[in-house]
């Protein structure tokens, strides 16, 4: 099963845009890269999917890298309330999530 | 729609109690899992279920037992508690077996064995 590497923390300026990296160089032809964000004391919640192309939806841009070794995720404009750690996440082939640590992002007002 | 409810959102056992832990989901997805979550660290797969009737092992099942009789509802019972066992429990759901679904998590429980 494929495995994914992301920076243990990231900052950002509020209103700034925001990449936070997901490297997952195993990753296989099949593999969905799926993107979810754990608020403080909230459960995980789903922000973004892709399998190749670049995808947008109203709260971010997924952009996956042409030999999907990588991929980004976009915020365009970050506010405070997207303060949260960011899971970059292949579902595993019996399709079931398996998270890291993910990446604590800090927004600074 | 409710949407993944769990109870309790609280709890606090005795080392060597048992309980179990309630998941709902009206949604109607096949699949439900169980995940803990330590502090500072990332959710971790205990059990989980692509449909009623069948369960299978995640990364740290033991101490814990899951069945799956109904669509709905998916609960896990800590059969005698430990205090390694303090952790926040979250339950998810997905419509089913495309590895491109959507989860849906519960807000959580947490859980402190003294």
């Known amino acids: 099963d494929a495995k994914t590497t992301q920076p243990n923390s990231m900052e950002s300026n509020e209103e700034e845009p925001v990449h936070l990296p997901c490297n997952h160089s195993?990753?296989?032809?099949?593999?969905?890269i799926h993107w979810y964000r754990q608020l403080p004391s909230q459960g995980p919640e789903y922000v973004i999917h892709?399998?190749?192309s670049n995808v947008n939806n109203r709260m971010a841009s997924l952009a996956i890298a042409e030999d999907r070794k990588s991929s980004t995720l976009i915020l365009h404009r970050a506010t405070l309330r997207d303060a949260a750690v960011y899971y970059c996440?292949?579902?595993?082939?019996?399709?079931?999530?398996?998270f890291g640590t993910g990446t604590s992002l800090t927004v600074i007002p | 729609n409710a949407g993944v409810t769990q109870t309790p959102k609280f709890q606090v056992l005795k080392t060597g109690q048992s309980m179990t832990l309630q998941c709902a989901q009206d949604?109607?997805?096949?699949?439900m899992s169980w995940y803990r979550q330590d502090p500072g660290m990332g959710l971790r797969l205990i059990h989980y279920?692509?449909?009623?009737?069948?369960?299978d092992q995640g990364e740290v099942p033991n101490g814990y037992n899951v069945s799956r009789s109904t669509t709905e509802d998916f609960p896990l019972r800590l059969l005698s508690a430990a205090p390694s066992q303090t952790s926040v429990y979250f339950c998810?759901?997905?419509?089913?077996?495309?590895?491109?679904?959507?989860?849906?998590f519960g807000q959580g429980t947490r859980l402190t064995v003294v």
């Open positions: 998810a759901s997905r419509p089913g077996r495309r590895r491109q679904t959507e989860a849906f």
């Open positions: 195993t990753i296989s032809g099949t593999d969905y």
């Open positions: 892709g399998l190749t």
């Open positions: 996440i292949l579902p595993n082939t019996g399709n079931q999530f398996y």
């Open positions: 949604m109607n997805h096949e699949y």
């Open positions: 279920s692509v449909g009623a009737g069948i369960t």
